[in-house]
């Protein structure tokens, strides 16, 4: 996705449809209300792109079309444990805002501090925006992974309101936190559509956009494509490389140890034109995630008319979805399967009326996508819907 300027002012201007959403939730447009949105800092960082960076801008920039002007609050640090400098920034950054403020807080920042962050829901309107259930990442340890999860608890259960990123992720926080729910609320990421991506040769180029780092899963693609390697497949891999070193050095190994160095590559961040390149040139997306809420790469293809290969975990089927007349834009595989995704990728090259299902759904589902003007719309819902004075939430 083209990376956005937090500094950039949005337009004030209201098309129709907003018109009429606004009308919606009864908000009125001539007077914007302020919501201020407490973000990780690096959220602009091209280095460190991230489906949750492109949210989180998207909104900044969106939600004033809905009645609501963002005042933002990027605090650095290493989220979602800080150091202590940054749980003094963080709780200064609260202690400031002005009682009854109106404030939205993306659960990396908020969900590990409740003891920042619980306080703070007697005084200010809350509402906690969730990406990734923290201990949903993958290679945590077990203890670490129970303590983050424990403290989610304690924020999610505190606030009045909780948006989600999918139907899967709203069930899957109501019944692991025991939440009320009535108090979280879905707001699936938009799509911009995009001219459709010509390809290559309408089979053989893959591409994988994911951060690399063990939940995205790249080692089982990896092993897929070794087991395919007689098909004249290439591969790029679009993503970040600095998250998890250690996970990028073990995959850079396991490319060499299968001889696969020539044919798969590991390309970095990228955004922009760069990344626009990338999608223009994809005959196939494939995506090998252990956990995902949604899946913003998988529309991100889709918008371009790419049909997916992915992982059947969490919100990816969400985001695959369906073409207006029921056809079915990709395939999902069972998670811990290489040898199934290595089956659909013989069927990808070797059945030509497979590709042609494939990518006139992926056509389909293109055309009924929904934009960031959706996600913009559901998000400011929810913060007209907070109550009006701040309080503990059972």
Request: with cysteine; glycine share 10%; proline share 8%.
């Amino acid at each position: 996705m083209t990376d956005t300027t937090m500094d950039r002012a949005p337009s004030l201007t209201f098309v129709p449809a907003q018109r009429a959403a606004l009308d919606h939730v009864g908000i009125v447009p001539m007077s914007l209300r302020t919501v201020h949105f407490v973000m990780p800092g690096g959220v602009d960082d091209p280095a460190q792109p991230s489906g949750g960076n492109a949210y989180d801008r998207r909104l900044c920039l969106d939600l004033p079309g809905f009645g609501w002007q963002v005042t933002p609050h990027a605090v650095d640090g290493t989220w979602p444990r800080p150091g202590r400098a940054t749980r003094d920034e963080l709780a200064r950054t609260l202690r400031e805002l002005p009682d009854g403020a109106v404030v939205l807080l993306d659960g990396l920042v908020a969900c590990g501090v409740p003891d920042i962050v619980v306080p703070e829901a007697a005084r200010l309107r809350l509402a906690v925006l969730v990406h990734l259930p923290l201990g949903d990442e993958t290679g945590l340890d077990p203890a670490v992974a129970a303590d983050l999860d424990a403290k989610e608890r304690e924020v999610l259960r505190a606030v009045p309101a909780v948006v989600a990123t999918s139907d899967w992720a709203v069930r899957r926080l109501v019944s692991h936190h025991g939440l009320a729910p009535d108090r979280v609320h879905v707001a699936a990421p938009g799509a911009d559509i995009a001219p459709l991506a010509p390809g290559t040769d309408g089979v053989s180029r893959l591409l994988c956009v994911a951060a690399v780092t063990p939940r995205k899963g790249q080692h089982r693609l990896v092993e897929a494509l070794a087991a395919v390697r007689d098909l004249p497949w290439s591969c790029e891999c679009v993503g970040g490389l600095g998250n998890d070193p250690e996970y990028v050095t073990h995959l850079r190994s396991l490319i060499e140890k299968h001889g696969l160095t020539d044919r798969l590559r590991l390309a970095g961040p990228r955004s922009g034109a760069a990344l626009d390149a990338s999608y223009a040139a994809a005959d196939l997306m494939v995506l090998t995630s252990y956990a995902e809420t949604y899946g913003m790469a998988v529309t991100e293809a889709l918008a371009r008319g790419i049909p997916v290969l992915a992982t059947d975990v969490g919100g990816l089927p969400e985001a695959v979805g369906r073409a207006p007349d029921g056809g079915v834009p990709g395939i999902l595989v069972p998670p811990e399967d290489p040898a199934a995704l290595a089956a659909e990728l013989r069927g990808w090259f070797g059945e030509a009326d497979v590709r042609r299902r494939l990518k006139a759904a992926a056509r389909g589902r293109r055309a009924a996508l929904d934009g960031w003007a959706t996600t913009a719309r559901s998000l400011a819902g929810v913060l007209h819907r907070l109550p009006d004075e701040p309080r503990r939430a059972a």
